[in-house]
DNA sequence: ATGAAATGTAAAGTATACTTTACAATACTA
DNA sequence: TAGTATTGTAAAGTATACTTTACATTTCAT
């Protein structure tokens, strides 16, 4: 069962398929590992402004609509 | 002179101002403390995506306007 | 079906955002 | 000008984003 997952969702997989970049591709564009992009797209941690604003560049979407907050959270 | 500064610059100093709040009211109101807000103010460092939305907020300004990515950077 | 590309899991280490505490300096108001 | 609010500095500790390496599983083209 799911470990802790952030109050940061995102919709980075879907907008990555759109583009169809692999996660090692994107990974790449952005300057992380492959295994940033894995544990973010799987909730395990949000990523760092810096990395929301290359990823938001890189996939051509606003980081509003790449990231959700959910302020409800425990 | 001047330590290390991130690749994002903010004007939450400005919004904060505008609004009429001190930086413990802004801590406060982004539930972090008011050293973090000296420090990102500051540019010693960057706040994470959470704390980015929270800010926006609180500020009632879109994190595009918030913040700034430069790309060029060493 | 075989091989390669893509995705996933795991774990230890590094960098940095954020906290906590304490005190100093500056600005505002009576 | 005395007191108070606000801003600033410093330093040690904690939490977590990100890296690195290595290997397992799934997906896809041939």
Same mark, same amino acid.
């Given at each position: 069962?799911?470990?802790?997952?952030?109050?940061?969702?995102?919709?980075?997989?879907?907008?990555?398929?759109?583009?169809?970049? #692999?996660?090692?591709?994107?990974?790449?564009? $952005?300057? =992380?590992?492959?295994?940033? !992009?894995?544990?973010?797209? @799987?909730?395990?941690?949000?990523? #760092?402004?810096?990395?929301?604003?290359?990823? $938001?560049? =890189?996939?051509?979407?606003? !980081?509003?609509?790449?990231? @959700?907050?959910?302020?409800?959270?425990?």
């Amino acid at each position: 069962m799911g470990g802790k997952r952030s109050a940061i969702t995102n919709t980075v997989k879907a907008h990555r398929s759109d583009k169809g970049l #692999s996660q090692a591709k994107l990974a790449d564009a $952005a300057g =992380v590992t492959r295994q940033t !992009i894995i544990a973010m797209e @799987q909730g395990r941690y949000a990523p #760092s402004l810096e990395l929301a604003f290359r990823l $938001a560049h =890189v996939l051509e979407t606003p !980081i509003e609509e790449l990231f @959700q907050f959910e302020p409800e959270w425990e």
